[in-house]
Structures are given as C-alpha cells and as structure tokens.
C-alpha cells in the first residue's frame, strides 16, 4: 500500500475516534463551566496539570521504546511482558507513595483540603501507565480500531458518570426519588470531585478491557532488555517532563503567580478556552498515534526521507485548515463556552498557532528517534521549558492568561526552529520551507482579512468568513494538489 495512504488511514482512524470520543468529552466543558463557578472549575485545570506531568513520569518514555525495540527484537512478547512488568511495578510503587505521604502532600497543594482527590488522580495516573505498553502493542500491531474503540468505550463511561453524578443524582434528590439510595452514593459536598470519579471509573474499565492483550504474553522478564530500553528512554523521560512544563504547567503557573482572589478564576477561564483548540489537540494526537509506529517501520524503505516530508506536507495543510474553520467561526465556536469564560477567547488564536507549531516539532522529532539520538529531544524540551518558566513568570504579573497563551506560542515556535535546524545536520530531510510557509501565512493572512472587514451582521460574517475558507482550500487545491496530479507520481 501507498505508505502515505497507510498513515493517513490510520491517522483517520485515530482521528475519527479521537473526535468522537473527545466531542463526548468536550460536551461536558459546557456542563461544568455552567455548574461550577471559574475558581472552582479551576480545581480541575490544576489538577489535570499534576496527572499530565506524572502520567509522563510514569510512563518514562517506555512507549517509544517500545516501538523501537519492537522493530529490532524478535520475541516480541518478552519485549511486551517486559516493559509491561516494569511499569506495573513503579506505578504501584508510585500509588504507594502517594498514600503514605498524603498529609504533607495535601498540604501544599491548594485544593480546598479535599485530599482524596489527590488519592484519585494518582490512581487515575497509575492505571493509564500501565495501560500504555498494551495501547503501544495495539498501535505497533496495527489494530487502530481496536484502540480507538477502547478509547471511545473510556470516554464514554467517563461522560455517562459524569451526567449520572452531575444532573442525575441531584435531580433525583430534589424530586425525592430513591432518596436513600442516591445519599449512598453521593454527596453534594464531593463537588468537582465527581469529575475524577468517573474518570476513575473509566480507567477501572479500560484496564479490563485490555486484560486479554495484557495476559496474551509470554512471561519471561529480560532485564538485560530492560536496561537497554531504559537507555534510550530516560532522555524521553527528560523530553516527556519539560515537554510538559510546556504544555500544562501555564495552569500552575497562573495559580501562583496570578493575585491570590483571582487565581483560580483566571485558570479556570484560560483552561476552558484553551479546550477550545479542541479540533487541532485532536489532529496532533491522532497524528501522534499513527505516526509513530509508522515512522519507525519506514525507516527500512529507500524513500523514507521523502515520505517523512511528503507527510509534513500534508500535515501543515491539514493544520492550517483547521486553524481557519475555527477562527472564522469563533461566533458560533464561542457557545462551546458560557458567557463567563468569553473574556478569554482572545487566547484561541495564539494557542492554536502554539500547536500547530507543536505539531511540526512532532513531525521533525523523527531525526533523533530513528538516529537513536534522543538526548537531543531531551535538550530541545529543556530549552522550550526554560522559556516557558521565564515567559510566564515575567508576562503573567503583567498580561495574566494572555501572558501564559505568549509564553506558550513562543515556546513551540523556538522548539521547532530549533529542531530544523539541528535536525537537518544530523538527519537531512528536504521539507519543502516554501510551502509551509506559504500555507501558514496564508492562513493568517485570511484570518486578519476576515477581522478587519467583519460585517456587524452574523449572517453576513459567516457568509464572508465561509467564502474566505473556500478561497483558501482553493489556493491549497491548485497550489499543492492539482500540480502534482498532473507532473508526479504518488509515493509508491
């Protein structure tokens, strides 16, 4: 098969489940920012920030790992029951930890005292973690729906829970229906808390779900393989963690360093609206999902460089695309959020450009994964983390969420120049910089053309803003497309 038509089935598949599965999700937004006010909504934000970072510590790069070992090693089940092995081990370890020194740990972070939440996020986190190696398998095998309908099943019994807990329950209570029934099981007072709940309850699922993949092994522990995996992934461990600083720890930032009676306020609005750059989140990890198995399998072939920048290729289209559909229908996208959270709205723009660039950095990170060079990915996410630390530490005293949203964009942006650049001397790909260029300025073109002419009239803006997306797909059309159908040949 057409390698570019296998990544883009797969991406699909990911992508349409993804989408799905997260539109499930993201229709709770709505519910929660209309339920729980901004500070306590920002409960959530905070917290979801902490499980992002463990989740990449306990998971410690064993994934990539996985899929470059599972090309080189040929007892695939010991790699599996393995790497496997040791994430159980330290994930209960980690549970472990997290109950005996609950006091203290509760004492620093600022939840309102609810100490079991942090009882449930850690067991959130350790299940995810060691769900990972049977997702990777999944991946690795080529069993995308199999993967994407476990995901869709987790975030469907986490959206079930959520309006059982949330709507139901209270409900049920004021109407005086199985009152004594429904006080069993909840407690106005748990409050956000149901969130991590029924996430909890997803994950218990998911595990069981994945049982006949986890015990369709052979059980032979390598720890000579061990070490070798824990070689090339603890600098994936250092790329994984300041990528994260990266990618969530603005929250926290904005926690304590915004004023103490808003903090919470401005967390909650800033993470509501960046769940708005919901359609390019998707396209990133559908991508990320698809490509990395692929990355590593078309390693072997002799056109592999020229398949990596055809991929690039499509991929800043596809970004560029979305980028438009969002911001050219922010007034409708805009309902997404309640009218509380619509003074952050003004962020959209900047963060989906973050991710975008966030996105490119993905696809350049083939170099120093297939070049066993991943000390570099390490150093790069160091670098974005340093500028994030010291962008949001010095704009948000200033600027508030919108400092975080600047910090965020320039962070992303620094990290795949940078990428490029050491990239193209270790591992030379011939990306076609003209063309990105021409995709993503155009896009941003279109976008300032549609604020400064904007119509008062909502039909009418929607009518230009429609016109202007067609005028753009049409220029990527002639542009990239028709050309290449009538000079070159597919990448076979």
Not at 33 to 43: M, T
Not at 85 to 103: E, M, P
Not at 185 to 208: H, P, R
Request: charged share 15%; proline share 3%.
């Amino acid at each position: 098969m057409n390698p570019l038509k296998k990544l883009a089935g797969q991406t699909a598949i990911y992508g349409v489940s993804s989408i799905v599965a997260r539109l499930l999700n993201y229709f709770l937004v709505p519910l929660h920012v209309r339920i729980f006010l901004p500070d306590e909504y920002g409960v959530v934000g905070q917290m979801y920030a902490y499980v992002s970072l463990l989740a990449v510590i306990l998971t410690y790069g064993m994934e990539t790992a996985f899929f470059r070992y599972y090309i080189l090693e040929a007892n695939k089940k010991k790699l599996f029951f393995t790497a496997m092995l040791a994430l159980t081990f330290t994930s209960f370890l980690f549970v472990g930890l997290i109950f005996i020194f609950i006091k203290p740990i509760s004492a620093v972070l600022t939840i309102g005292g609810h100490s079991e939440i942090i009882i449930w996020c850690a067991l959130i986190v350790a299940i995810d973690a060691i769900t990972a190696i049977p997702f990777a398998k999944l991946r690795a095998e080529n069993k995308a729906k199999k993967f994407a309908i476990i995901k869709f099943i987790n975030i469907l019994i986490n959206v079930v829970f959520n309006l059982f807990f949330l709507l139901l329950c209270p409900w049920m209570l004021k109407n005086g229906i199985l009152t004594n029934e429904i006080n069993v099981i909840y407690s106005k007072d748990v409050g956000v808390g149901y969130i991590f709940i029924s996430n909890l309850i997803a994950s218990g699922f998911t595990i069981l779900l994945l049982l006949p993949e986890m015990l369709k092994t052979e059980y032979k522990f390598d720890f000579t393989l061990l070490k070798s995996m824990l070689k090339y992934a603890l600098p994936l461990l250092i790329f994984g963690l300041a990528g994260i600083v990266n990618e969530t720890m603005d929250r926290l930032f904005l926690t304590y360093l915004s004023p103490p009676d808003i903090a919470m306020s401005q967390v909650g609005i800033y993470s509501a609206c960046y769940k708005i750059t919901l359609l390019m989140t998707i396209l990133i990890q559908a991508f990320k999902y698809a490509a990395e198995p692929f990355f590593f399998s078309q390693s072997k072939e002799q056109n592999a460089k020229q398949v990596y920048a055809q991929v690039m290729n499509y991929f800043v289209i596809a970004c560029s695309l979305i980028f438009l559909a969002i911001m050219l229908y922010m007034d409708i996208v805009k309902y997404f959020v309640g009218k509380p959270y619509y003074e952050g709205l003004k962020v959209v723009p900047i963060l989906l450009l973050a991710n975008m660039f966030l996105g490119i950095f993905y696809n350049l990170s083939v170099w120093y994964k297939l070049t066993n060079q991943t000390k570099y990915g390490a150093y790069i996410s160091i670098f974005g983390a340093i500028i994030t630390i010291v962008l949001n530490y010095t704009l948000i005293p200033i600027l508030g969420y919108m400092g975080s949203a600047w910090a965020t964009l320039a962070c992303y942006a620094s990290m795949m120049v940078v990428s490029y650049l050491i990239g193209q001397k270790k591992y030379y790909i011939e990306y076609n910089l003209k063309k990105f260029f021409i995709f993503l300025s155009g896009a941003v073109i279109v976008y300032f053309i549609s604020l400064m002419i904007k119509p008062e009239i909502l039909m009418f803006r929607l009518a230009l803003n429609t016109f202007l997306l067609g005028g753009y797909t049409l220029l990527i059309y002639f542009y990239e497309f028709r050309p290449r159908f009538k000079t070159n040949k597919s990448i076979e």
